[in-house]
Structures are given as structure tokens and as C-alpha cells.
């Protein structure tokens, strides 16, 4: 398969019939073995057209190859994110072609060349047993997270995973790739084009490049006058500033995109070389500036057209272990669902893979800012003069590529690298910090920052994530460390936290920019039940321990639940117990269902903590915190398995990130609850508060007040703090109760204009009490209607979800897996009386005829009902 990986090769045909994702199938020794072997793809053409010159063109190679064309070595590669340029002019043939690549062993390769190395370069493999993968990945420039990592499987693939190809030349002319970079010269106050066309000419010649802007921008032509050899056709010109319209992140104003075309017109007339882009005019900055001048503490926010935004998204990592799997159409649907939940930031992470064009080009047109790291991560790195020299071509190779979309908004050298170094993750870091601090900047600053700035200086660019800012710009000078007394005052956080109850906020960083945080889950049962059997259906199986890449994964989540949720005995001791024998305590039939209710509970504790975190974040944008960033780990996924990717939590995120978040939290100590409005609008906002509170276990009203606010722009502040007595009104203060907020800005009627806050429990802090709290809430669901649309290939499903007693985190989905889409709003909570209208929005195929019996719902009170109803 081209572009693929060899794994798919052999499993379609049939030469290894395990599915890879089954079970522990990937650390299967058949698995492993493809690993261990060394693979030859051969390819016999004939080239029926006439050349004066032919490059083999191969813009990705997974990793170690030798490529031979009919017995010649034409090239050897070493990097899977370079591009590589192969002359074949001599060795290609008319007829009966042979080409070979033949792929080693990329884990052999990097243990070699790591035991040939001076000295011990650290790369995590020790501390990290439970991710059953391979060690030295540090020394092979292949994505790092296929040797492992603690939410993805080592396959460490190899094969032809971009697209290759030959490009003859029979003018005179061969372009072997074009670059183009925007962006605004203060000095003249303009626009500037920067053009580029790599070539390499057979003869002397005069070459016109003849630029078209859309119909909008007026035309450029420039003359080249080159001799036989490669050249860099390099035409930069400036677009006046009244004519542009700018390009924008989503939120701000519109994605405004222009098409490029450049061509090459020989002297003969004859247009020789065209290529197209889709480009953007915006200007970004990092702002790294002292908040107070003359008081310790920088900003770390992006500024885009001159806008301060707050970043608020997730962190991206490869969404197939087997790259090709992964469609443009799954990226899409993936962006969209950026777009749905009010992202306007992503991170490509350093441990995974460069994108591809057509996933920036998404970004561009949905207006999503990216953050790009190079792919580096959790490790140190060699500093000998081939592997830099490797590494300058792939950063010359993947920027000159990438530059041209004004959505990346950031250069960032790698994954918590300094961190790593700093902190001693590895004692060889502690016993001798000199030696890694010098490989630190020959790495970053010397290799990776100067080829960068070859090429691109229109981005700021930091040397890692997290950082410690920077002490200063000329010379460009990181921090490195913070005191303890400049926490959270400098650069960005990845901040974890398995111990602590998610809810409880005070354990949460007041820092500048979380780039990273997060919390695991299990997949949906779903997902889990494809890739297991019956005997893999609890906490505590030989498989969900074995799948949870993160050491005692499986045991944090069962904590997290409990400081939650207040599980009847009998399931508790069930959870508890180890799998095999927790088998005498059910009946075999009713483990299914059981261990369905340990998923969902795990994902409703990962969706509360998270969102209570990113709730802490955008609150601290006007406390003395000054956030301006919240990016959540992780976006996607890999495989399915206990990880930190969102399924409940991204309706709950969607919710946090609008424009205007109702947020609320009962602080350390106290019986209050604290209520903020935080307002990322350009415009002040005002308007009423309405506080609601319900008897969780009546649904009776217990105490209704409203408050006046006013926020400014871009800032956020407490509304109100309201104390137990009030909330719960007459009530003992034994009982929850359900605190609902709503805001209501002044001087709009529509309901874009209302905004609620996440339903919270009250007392927030402690466990519920889910046995003696919650009624059977005999949830019913209706479905309306079904509207397809014209060309039947989308639909949307109205249905109405009601019950006749308070719900929490109502969960619908379809029994079967049949449908392809996603419910517009998810994770509930229902009020008697209150019922709500979900759509789902289906492509493809639909159930056909669809009933209500196609749904399944599940709420908190399963809790209740199955620990009663499943338990012997
Ligand atoms: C951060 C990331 C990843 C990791 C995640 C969860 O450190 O950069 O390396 O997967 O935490 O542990």
C-alpha cells in the first residue's frame, strides 16, 4: 500500500490475520517479528516519455531505506520527515524498470547507534515499563511514539508513508518544490511575498516567474537569468496594506484565503513549472513582555493582527498508529469537532508527526491557530554532526513546506526536552548537567532556532513546552529555572494531578499558559468490547492494566470515581476486586453491563475534573494569574484504550470555552459557592444572573435569586458568592442539591444571548452520595422527526429526552454502531418538567426505520439500579 505501512501489506494479504489493535495482538511475537525483519518494496514500470533529467521524489520515507533502481543505488535515507530528491537520470530506463526500497529495522538501527554513542543519551525507556515498547527512539528520527508511549502501541512501522513519485524534466527544467511566506515588513509598512522555486536547469537560461493573485491583487512577473546547475528562484515583492484582507482565527472575523498562482515561462514561451497556494495575511506574536514593568512576571499570550487572544484548545497527536488510516475526512471531522466545542488553538505535539497539507489547509479555513512543534519529545537527543545535519534538512524541509499557512502561529523545538534536563528526570541529567545542557543548545538554539531562521522569521519561536520564558530576547536567552517564588510568573505549564479530587481548584496552577492537562478515562464500552472479550471486562483485568500505558492508570481512575462519586458497597468491593476473582461475585452475564458502568463513570469524573480545570483557567485571566491559555491533553486518540482523549468532556468543553462562561466552584473551607462570569468578547457585557437551586432527590425547588453584572472586555471576574443557607433555603443542609445558573446579557432577545452554567452539585466538594441522593428518573426519549438532506447523504434526528426526576450525566448513544455522526449537545442533566431537544446529525447510512429502541441511555442513577439489579 502506497502511501502505507508494511503491517497493512501483510494483513491484507492475509500474512498476518491478527488485528493489531485486538487485545495485547501487538505485543504478540508475530507482531513483533515485522518489527525484526527487513522489508523490500519493489515496484517494474515502464517510462514511456522522453527526459533530459528525472528525480525520484519521495516525500516521506519510514525510516531506514536503501533504494536501488535496476540494480543501481540511487539513494539511502535515514529521517521519515524529510523529503528526499533522488537523481535517477542515469539508472532509469524505458522498459521493465525495477525500483527497491528496501526498509531495515529502525529499532535495531537506533539500539546500535545508541550503544556506538560516547555516552548514555536518556530517553525515558527505563521509567517506563508499562508502555511495553522499545527503547532509544531518541536516536532515529521516526516518529517517537512508535516505539510507545503511555497512551499509544509500539508498532514502530515502516513503508512508503507519503506520497512518491518521478518527475522528469524534458525542457530544460525540473522544479522540485515551491515555498512561499506572508508576512508584514514594518520598515515599508506593506505586505511582503517571499517566492520560492527550487530548480535545477539543464542549460543557460532566461526563465519569467509570472505570479497571479485571485482577481483581487494585481499581478507580479519577474525574470530569472540562470545557468545550467540547481538553483533557489527566490522574487519577493510587497502588497500594498489597503488591499489586503486580513486572515483571522476563528471568533475574530473571517478566514480570509487568497490563491497564488506561480508559474516559470521559459524563453521559448513555454510554461515550464505552476504551482498553487492557498495563503493568508496575519501578523503573530508571542507577547513575553514583564505584566507590571519593574515587578517579576511576563505574559506568555499570542497576538494575532494586533488582537490579545486567549488560546483555548487541545493537544493533537497521531490519530492512527498506521498513518494512512488516518483520512483527510477523519481529520476533517475531527477539526470540525475543534470548531463545535469553541476551539480556536491546537498543539501538534512533538512525539508524533508532522501534518499533512491537507489538514494545515483545514486549519487555515476553519480559522484554527496551530501550534507546531518539532518532533522532539520526553527525551534528550544526540548532538553528533550527522544527526544535526539530519535534523537542519528536516527542519529546511518541514518549514518550508508548512510556512505558507497562516494558521500556524508558532515554532516550538519539543516536548518537555528541558524539562527533562532540568528536573533530572533521568539521573545521568543530575549526576552531569553540564553535558546535557550543551547538547540542550546545540540542538535548539544552534541547529533547530538557526535553520529555522533561514527560513521563516515571521513566527515567534520557543525552544520548548513547557518553558520558563525567556530572560531575554538578544541574546536570545531562556530562564530555564524558576525559583519557587516565579511559579506560574513565567512561559507556559503542563500541569497533572492523579491525586487530588479533580473538583477541588485550589490544587490547580495559576500560571500564564497551561499547554497541557488532562486526566484518563476508558474508551466507550463500545470501542473496548471490539479490541477484547468477556474475561477483559473489569477495572482490574490482565488487559484494561495491560492497555493502560500509564503505570497505575487503572487504580487512579477507580480513585478518581470515588472522590466523586459515593459508589454502593457492593460495587465498590466489585471494582476493587482483583478481575478473576471478582468472577464469583456476578452472575458472568451481568459483568458486561458492569463494566460498561465503570467506563461511563470514568468518563464523567474525567469530564467534570477537566472541565473544573479549564473553568479555574479562563477565571484566571482576571485574577492576578493573567491566564491566556487552556489547551487540554489530548484531542484524539490512537487506539482504544484507558487514555486522557475527550468523550463526555467535549460536550462539557464546548460549554467552558463559548464566548461567555458561567462558572462556578464551592472554594477550600468554605460553604459558598462562588459564581464568575468570564467574557473573551471584544465588547463589556451586562446583563442578570439568574441562581437556581433543586433538591437533587425531590427536584423541588429550593431557592431562586438574581444579581446584577457587568463584565469588561476580555476579562473575568466573581459575580457572586452564595452561601449554603441560601442555596439550600429551608432545607437541612444534609440534602444536595442541583445549583443552576443562568446569564442573561442585556439589550438582545435571542437566546445566542443566554448562557448556563454547567449544572454542579452542591456541596460541590464532596463525594455523591449516589445511593441515598439520586430517584429513578424514568428517562423517556422521543424522536420527532428526521429531516434528510437533498442528496440524502446527511440527516438530522430531533429527539426530545425528558424524565420525571432529576438526572445526572444522561449519556445517549446508539445501541448498535452502524451511524456515523454526533448529538449536538450530550451529558445532561434533567430536571423533571424540563425536557431537552437533541439533534443528532448523521452522514452516510441511517437506521432505517429508526426507533427509539435504537437509542440507549444511561444516567448516574445506573449506578443505583445496576449495583442493585446486577450484583449477586
Ligand atoms: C505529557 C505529554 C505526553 C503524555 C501526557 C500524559 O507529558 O507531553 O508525553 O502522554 O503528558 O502523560
Redesign the pocket.
Known sequence: MVPGQVHLDLIKANIIDDDPYYGTNYVKESMRKIIYNTWTLERIFDMDQDFIHAILDCEGLDTITSITLNETVIGSTDNQFRNYHLDITKALLAKSNVLRITFDNAVRTSKDKADAYPYYVPDMFNMSAAQHGFPNRNFVRKEQCSFS???GPAFAPCGIWRPISIKLDNQGLLTKNWTLLTSFNSTLDAWEVQLCACVTSTRDQHLQLQVHFDDELPAIEHTFRITAGDHSLYHSFTVEKSLITLWWPRGYGVQKLYTLEASLVNDKGSRVASHYFECGFRTCDLVQKPLVPGQPGDTFHFRVNGIDMFSKGANWIPGHVFDSLMTTEKKRSLLQSCVDANMNMIRI?G?GRYETDAFYQLCDELGIMVWQEFMF??SLYPTDRLFLENVRQEVKDQVSRLMCHPSIILWSGN??NQEFMVKGWDRATVDNPYIFTVDYHRLYMETIMATLHTVDTSRPFISTSPSAGLISEHPYTERYVLQENERGLYGDV?F?DYKHNGVHVEYYPNARFVS?Y?AQSMPSFKAWKKVSSSKDWHPLSKLSIHRNH?GNGQHEMLQQIEFQYELPTSLRNYFHTDSEASEDMVDPTKRELLFDLFCYLTQCVQARSIVCQTEHYLRGRGATSCTMGALY?QLNDIWPSPT?TWKPLHYFIKHAFADVLVSGYQPQGESSFDIHISNDRAAPIKGDLRVKTVDIRSGQTLSESKFAFSVKAQDSKSVTKIDASRLLGDALTAITCLVLATAVIDGFDDESQVFEMLPQTFPTRDALLIESSLTDPKISIKIERVEVSKDSHEYDIHLRVSSEAVAGMVWLDWKQDETKGHFDDNALWLLPGYPKSIIYHGTGKRPDPISESDLQIKSLFDVVRRSIDEMK
Open positions: 508511549w503511555d497512551w505535539w512525539g519529545a520526553c516536548n518537555e503542563h497533572y497541557e488532562g500509564h491533553w486522557w
